[in-house]
Each structure stands twice: as C-alpha cells, then as structure tokens.
C-alpha cells in the first residue's frame, strides 16, 4: 500500500464514532484525474483510500481522521457521514464516461481492504453502504456493475437471496427502516435497485424488491441482536 496524504481533511465530530463504510467509484477518465483531485485543496474532496484497476492501493487520509467523500448524504438519521464513515474511491470511469465492469485484480483489492478495515472498527454488514445508498437523489457510484454478491460472500456486506426465495411483503416505505432517505422515493427505490436488484433498475417497486427488502431487514436485525 502506498500513502499519498491529501489536505483535504479534518478532525471528526466529537460526538461520532465510525460506523459505516462508504464506497464510491471515482467517476473521471483516468485513475491520475481522479487521484489529483482527491489531493487538490481546492477541490475539498477526498476519500480515505483510492483503489486502482490493478488492485494498488494508496491511502489518502487517516482512518482517524474525517474525509470529505459523502457530501450531503442521509443514512438512518445520520446526516454527518463524513464524521462517521471511512470512504474507499475505486477508480473507475463511471456513467458519464464510459461505465466498465470491474477488473478482478481491483475487486479482490477492495475486499481485502474492506476486510481490514472491517477488522479494525465495529461496522455493521448493513453499515457497507454505496455513495448512491447515502444520496439517491443525486449519486449514481459505485453503480450496477459493482459486484456486491461477491464482496457479501467474503464478509463484506449484506446481499439478499435471489428471485423466488422470500415473499415481497416489504412495501417502499420501509426502506426508510433500512435506512435510505425516502424523501425522493423514486430516486431511493432506483438506489435500492441499483445495489440489490441490479438486473432490473426502473424505479419502479415489486414483490422481488420487497422481497429481497424483507430478508435485508431480517439480517440486520440479526447482526444487530449479536
């Protein structure tokens, strides 16, 4: 791992311990854009650690220290996820230029970090979160070809069963007891696709989404029970 420390950072609110994990794609054209914006004061962002297509791994900012990575973001009420979160940036192009599957070498890099992270700080499952989950309205990353199931089989996450092994009694509006921001309803049913039913993203709610709700629901209460 290399570290490359970017000023673009502050201390976390007193009040706030880490609790979730963020992950995000870099959305430039190329992995040297993405990293000099991530150092650049001017631009005020930044993210923990950047993860590039051939699994190198560079930290920015101390896991100790408050990144600027969410932006205006909500999560079961929590709205300082900058204070509450480490963020991982895993470069990849995005919608706007040419959104890629991503490399092996890259997803066993992000996992492996995730783990370690996971490791060192009490993190729920339901806490790994998309920069799209925090802020449907207006984020996209790290998007449907992101592959979630693979990072939930190595402990990383949550990810529900697959069609036809639960019922959709989970209306919509409980998305809201999962966590997501349902102020643009639309726009969290199209980020709960996005992550968890990324084979059909059309805002539009069904059994397989409540469904796929429902068992989400039930492993959060059951990890939070332990």
């Known amino acids: 791992m290399q570290f490359l420390p970017s000023p673009n950072f502050n201390d976390r609110a007193a009040d706030k311990a880490i609790q979730h994990l963020i992950l995000h794609y870099t959305g430039m054209r190329a992995a040297a854009d993405a990293l000099a914006r991530l150092c650049d004061p001017a631009a005020e962002v930044s993210a923990h650690y950047i993860v590039n297509a051939d699994g190198a791994v560079t930290q920015l900012v101390d896991e100790e220290k408050r990144a600027w990575h969410a932006g205006v973001s909500f999560w079961a009420g929590e709205t300082d996820l900058n204070s509450t979160s480490i963020g991982i940036e895993i470069v990849n192009p995005g919608h706007e230029f040419g959104y890629m599957p991503f490399p092996d070498a890259q997803i066993t890099a992000v996992t492996k970090l995730c783990r370690d992270i ?3 700080h009490a993190i729920q499952p339901h806490h ?3 920069h799209s989950d925090i802020a ?3 984020k996209m990353d790290p998007g449907e070809l992101f ?3 693979r990072l939930a089989e190595d402990g990383v996450g949550l990810w529900p069963p697959q069609k036809g092994e639960g019922r959709g009694e989970r209306g919509e509006l409980d998305l809201a007891i999962y966590g997501y921001d349902i102020s643009s309803l ?5 980020a709960f696709q996005r992550h968890f039913r990324p084979e059909k993203i059309n805002g539009e709610w069904d059994d397989e989404c409540g469904a796929r709700l429902s068992n989400l629901l039930n492993q959060k209460i059951t990890h939070t029970s332990q």
């Open 136 to 138: 449907p309205a207006r």
């Open 186 to 190: 639309s726009a969290a049913i199209i």
């Open 118 to 120: 996971l490791s060192r």
């Open 128 to 130: 790994v979160l998309a």
């Open 147 to 149: 592959p979630w199931a």
